[in-house]
């Protein structure tokens, strides 16, 4: 079984930082896909940030130049550097990932979400 946890959410002024953090644990054969989506009450979760395995990245428009993503694959960890937070990217954060656990399927796996609020 495989287990997603982050953490590093939490409440912050408008202009401010925080750091999340997402470790994988459990039956891990290979990992291809780590990455962070959003949900804010009354919207769709949303595509934050993602990195693959060999480093490449993506991210939303309204996060470019404020958020970086990074991951540590000999831990099974990705990061999620948040700066110049506004209040519109108050939601819970959900860390995904696209893991094998053997070399024949891979399955996608979420984690249980942190809060991140920005008070304005």
């Known amino acids: 079984q495989v287990q997603l946890v982050e953490s590093g959410g939490g409440l912050v002024q408008a202009g401010g930082s925080l750091r999340l953090s997402c470790a994988a644990s459990g039956s891990i054969f290979s990992i291809s896909f780590m990455g962070w989506f959003r949900q804010a009450p009354g919207k769709q979760r949303e595509l934050v940030a993602g990195?693959?395995?060999?480093?490449?990245?993506n991210s939303a428009d309204s996060v470019k130049g404020r958020f970086t993503i990074s991951r540590d694959n000999a831990k099974n960890m990705v990061y999620l550097q948040m700066n110049s937070l506004k209040p519109e990217d108050t939601a819970v954060y959900y860390c995904?990932?696209?893991?094998?656990?053997?070399?024949?399927?891979?399955?996608?796996?979420w984690g249980q979400g942190t809060q991140v609020t920005v008070s304005s």
């Open positions: 995904n990932a696209i893991i094998r656990s053997d070399w024949r399927t891979s399955q996608n796996y």
């Open positions: 990195i693959f395995s060999g480093g490449s990245t």
